[in-house]
């Protein structure tokens, strides 16, 4: 069966629904009966039936699903430990994967909804009269936030 190429509502719908529970474009694309990415950007780019507000609204909504995510990755403790031949041990390598998979969320998370999930930065600003002598730029950590 051909891949859509035409733009239709019922299927930039499914395509938000799916982004906004989490899942990736590319992995949306590979369903039956999905166009291909670059038909979906063309479709952006074409701004029909104000799909790019919808698509950008469900990309934010993406980053609070992964936010889910991340808890659950973080909670999974079941396979934190292996059996060895004196007892548990760590696994090393699942505990390694999770890490990534936590980091990887956190970073796209700063992209997508970067008010939300990115760093937050301070701008200090030295001035004299109306002139402005100086400035400095911080990042501002969880510590600081809470001064």
Known sequence: MARPTEYKSEIADTICRELAE???????C????MPARSTVY?????GTDGFPDRYARARTRQADAMADDILDIA?????DT???????LPNGEWIMRSKVRIDA???LMSKLSPKKYG????IDLTSKGERITGFRITDVTDDDSDA
């Open 75 to 79: 909670d999974e403790t079941s396979f």
């Open 105 to 107: 969320r956190k970073w």
């Open 119 to 122: 760093d937050a930065k301070s």
């Open 42 to 46: 063309e479709w952006l780019n074409a």
């Open 30 to 33: 590979r369903d039956e009966g």
């Open 82 to 88: 292996i059996d060895g031949k004196h007892g548990p």
């Open 22 to 28: 989490g899942r990736s474009l590319v992995s949306i």
